[in-house]
């Protein structure tokens, strides 16, 4: 009797020849020969199955007797959240801003489906992070996937690196699928991990939705956005993995009952007499290359991909690449730029900090100006734990960083944030928002960008600041 099992990431179906009379759902491929389809489309085939009546052999999963050990209130829009997903049979992606609790949202979404389910996290520190909230509200055993450790429970915490590895052997044991910061998920290697887990309940959790998907999702029948990996042109729409957008609610809704009122300032400087003959000359390289090669103009938003791609093989691109790392160097380490951070540090005296900067060079100078503890990607795990304990002690009043806390690391006593550097992106501009508006009794939170006049930096600036109606 013909049945479906999983194997490695795949969906197989035993004893149907290849020249079989059966009308066969549309994602089945003859591959080694057998039937076979990508695990994600296993949703899709189930009413298929039971019309020519194929043994279903997939589902591996348990149903769970859980019990909640966290009496906190769910706020009405996590409410509505939840019920939105569930509208939409339990798929889809909940947008909410830093700080308004899209993990608590994420365990009452276990709790509600009461089934295994595995949570894939960016970083090992979410996935502690997420295997402590775990442990607290369900006072059970939770499993952790990752390098050394792969301890496999009803109920597991990964990371997307190791996602494939898992679901390759286990993905059929989870009915629940939840990606936290899901907007990494369509990159080629980590939204395979979604392709090849067959559970029919998914969660994505993000406060910055990629926009490009967004607009695709209003327009179903458009392509996809993608880009170039390895040579071949591949990405999936995070509705395609996950689901459509099920509920989102903006930062500015929230403010004051269940985030932080905030403020931003911009501060702005000017590079002194030598630091300006050096920008100029650096720039005059920089942006002589890309300007004459019109290389915005033929590659658009991914002309800096293909500045990196030409300066293999081109000595001028290669030139101009260095010329634009020299130029950020300068702008991250400005001395004007430290010398507004010391007046700020002691405008602050007393407060809890966070200092945001362009890269681990200008992270380790300021450190060692100011005698402040650094944290980066180098950051040893243990070292990195206890900074942050120390931090939410007050033992460490400053910390200074550089992209490692821009998302998912709780870090609800700093209440000011410095950015002395950064990409132009608004997604990060709303990360690092984000890391000061936890709500801390009635303190107001504020958000300084420290920028210097007449260069790249004020641009950026003003390119990372995200259009109204998405904060």
Same mark, same amino acid.
């Given at each position: 009797?013909?049945?479906?099992?999983?194997?490695?990431?795949?969906?197989?179906?035993?004893?149907?020849?290849?020249? =079989? =009379?059966?009308?066969? *759902?549309?994602?089945?491929?003859?591959?080694?020969?057998?039937?076979?389809?990508?695990?994600?489309?296993?949703?899709?085939?189930?009413?298929?199955?039971?019309?020519?009546?194929?043994?279903?052999?997939?589902?591996?999963?348990?149903?769970?007797?859980?019990?909640?050990?966290?009496?906190?209130?769910?706020?009405?829009?996590?409410?509505?959240?939840?019920?939105?997903?569930?509208?939409?049979?339990?798929?889809?992606?909940?947008?909410?801003?830093?700080?308004?609790?899209?993990?608590?949202?994420?365990?009452?979404?276990?709790?509600?489906?009461?089934?295994?389910?595995?949570?894939?996290?960016?970083?090992?520190?979410?996935?502690?992070?997420?295997?402590?909230?775990?442990?607290?509200?369900?006072?059970?055993?939770?499993?952790?996937?990752?390098?050394?450790?792969?301890?496999?429970?009803?109920?597991?915490?990964?990371?997307?690196?190791? *996602?494939?590895? /898992?679901?390759?052997?286990?993905?059929?044991?989870?009915?629940?699928?939840?990606?936290?910061?899901?907007?990494?998920?369509?990159?080629?290697?980590?939204?395979? =991990?979604?392709?090849?887990?067959? @559970?029919?309940?998914?969660?994505?959790?993000?406060?910055?939705?990629?926009?490009?998907?967004?607009?695709?999702?209003?327009?179903?029948?458009?392509?996809?956005?993608?880009?170039?990996?390895?040579?071949?042109?591949?990405?999936?729409?995070?509705?395609?993995?996950?689901?459509?957008?099920?509920?989102?609610?903006?930062?500015?809704? /929230?403010?004051?009952?269940?985030?932080?009122?905030?403020?931003?300032?911009?501060?702005?400087?000017?590079?002194?007499?030598?630091?300006?003959?050096?920008?100029?000359? /650096?720039? @005059?390289?920089?942006?002589?290359?890309?300007?004459?090669?019109?290389?915005?103009?033929?590659?658009?938003?991914?002309?800096?991909?293909?500045?990196?791609?030409?300066?293999?093989?081109?000595?001028?691109?290669?030139?101009?690449?260095?010329?634009?790392?020299?130029?950020?160097?300068?702008?991250?380490?400005?001395?004007?730029?430290?010398?507004?951070?010391?007046?700020?540090?002691?405008?602050?005296?007393?407060d809890r900090i966070l200092i945001f900067t362009e890269n681990n060079q200008a992270v380790y100078k300021i450190a060692q100006r100011f005698l402040i503890p650094p944290l980066t990607h180098e950051t040893k795990t243990a070292e990195r734990k206890a900074l942050l304990d120390r931090f939410r002690a007050g033992d460490y009043p400053v910390i200074?960083?550089?992209?490692?806390?821009?998302?998912?690391?709780?870090?609800?006593?700093?209440?000011?944030?410095?950015?002395?550097?950064? =990409?132009?992106? *608004?997604?990060?501009?709303?990360?690092?928002?984000?890391?000061?508006?936890?709500?801390?009794?009635?303190?107001?939170?504020?958000?300084?960008?420290?920028?210097?006049?007449?260069?790249?930096?004020?641009?950026?600036?003003?390119?990372?600041?995200?259009?109204?109606?998405?904060?």
């Amino acid at each position: 009797m013909p049945y479906l099992y999983f194997q490695g990431g795949t969906l197989v179906l035993n004893d149907v020849p290849q020249d =079989t =009379t059966l009308q066969l *759902a549309d994602p089945f491929r003859w591959i080694k020969a057998k039937w076979r389809c990508e695990a994600y489309h296993y949703s899709q085939i189930r009413p298929w199955l039971k019309q020519h009546r194929i043994k279903d052999r997939v589902p591996q999963w348990q149903s769970l007797k859980l019990k909640l050990h966290d009496g906190r209130q769910a706020h009405s829009y996590q409410k509505e959240a939840l019920q939105a997903w569930d509208k939409q049979n339990r798929q889809g992606s909940i947008i909410l801003p830093t700080g308004a609790g899209k993990t608590f949202v994420a365990l009452r979404a276990i709790y509600r489906a009461k089934c295994s389910a595995v949570i894939v996290a960016p970083t090992i520190d979410l996935l502690h992070q997420w295997y402590a909230r775990l442990v607290n509200t369900f006072s059970c055993d939770i499993g952790v996937y990752y390098g050394g450790e792969k301890n496999i429970q009803s109920i597991t915490v990964t990371t997307y690196h190791s *996602a494939g590895d /898992l679901m390759a052997d286990y993905g059929n044991q989870f009915k629940l699928l939840i990606y936290d910061e899901v907007h990494h998920l369509p990159a080629p290697s980590w939204g395979e =991990t979604a392709l090849m887990c067959p @559970a029919p309940f998914r969660l994505g959790l993000t406060a910055t939705y990629p926009e490009a998907e967004r607009e695709t999702e209003m327009h179903l029948s458009e392509p996809a956005p993608t880009y170039e990996l390895h040579g071949h042109r591949t990405r999936w729409r995070i509705s395609e993995l996950i689901g459509s957008i099920a509920y989102e609610q903006k930062i500015q809704d /929230l403010i004051g009952a269940q985030l932080a009122e905030y403020r931003t300032v911009r501060v702005r400087v000017e590079l002194g007499p030598e630091e300006q003959a050096s920008y100029d000359h /650096l720039y @005059a390289i920089y942006s002589g290359y890309f300007r004459g090669q019109g290389l915005t103009r033929r590659y658009g938003a991914h002309w800096l991909q293909a500045l990196m791609r030409l300066s293999n093989e081109d000595e001028e691109a290669r030139r101009a690449l260095l010329a634009r790392q020299e130029l950020q160097q300068l702008l991250a380490g400005a001395s004007a730029k430290l010398d507004a951070l010391e007046k700020l540090l002691q405008e602050h005296n007393g407060d809890r900090i966070l200092i945001f900067t362009e890269n681990n060079q200008a992270v380790y100078k300021i450190a060692q100006r100011f005698l402040i503890p650094p944290l980066t990607h180098e950051t040893k795990t243990a070292e990195r734990k206890a900074l942050l304990d120390r931090f939410r002690a007050g033992d460490y009043p400053v910390i200074v960083t550089s992209k490692v806390l821009n998302e998912g690391i709780d870090v609800p006593a700093a209440k000011v944030a410095i950015v002395l550097g950064g =990409t132009a992106g *608004a997604r990060e501009y709303i990360q690092r928002l984000g890391r000061v508006l936890r709500k801390v009794g009635d303190q107001t939170a504020v958000l300084y960008e420290v920028i210097v006049r007449n260069t790249v930096d004020e641009g950026r600036a003003q390119r990372r600041r995200p259009k109204k109606n998405r904060l």
